[in-house]
């Protein structure tokens, strides 16, 4: 028996040609849209690791000129804290305050 001769009986399905209703039934972005959307991003990512070096630059010298008190207590630090931050430093104080209050009270 020759194999090479043996047609397939059932040729290929094929898709059908995309019709115009189909065309308009899609809402999803085109090629120049994700491009330029990508391209965006890219910007934006860009310009915020600028902003991010610019900052650490400028916390460096900060530091650098005046310690690291300079870094706690300049503006930038203090307007930066949200108030889970400000109740975090409560907590923090508070059960400091009360360790104190306990061993001066056993002595």
């Known amino acids: 028996m020759n194999n090479d ?35 965006k991003q890219l910007v934006l990512r860009e310009v915020n690791r600028a902003s991010l070096n610019y900052q650490f630059a400028n916390m460096r010298d900060n530091v650098s000129q005046n310690g690291v008190r300079g870094l706690l207590f300049s503006d930038n630090a203090i307007t930066g804290l949200k108030k889970a931050d400000y109740a975090f430093l409560g907590y923090k104080a508070l059960a400091l305050l009360i360790k104190l209050y306990t061993r001066r009270r056993r002595n």
């Open 5 to 39: 001769t043996i047609q397939p009986t059932n040729p290929p399905a094929t898709l059908p040609p995309s019709t115009s209703t189909q065309q308009q039934e899609w809402k999803g972005l085109t090629i120049d849209e994700l491009k330029m959307r990508r391209a």
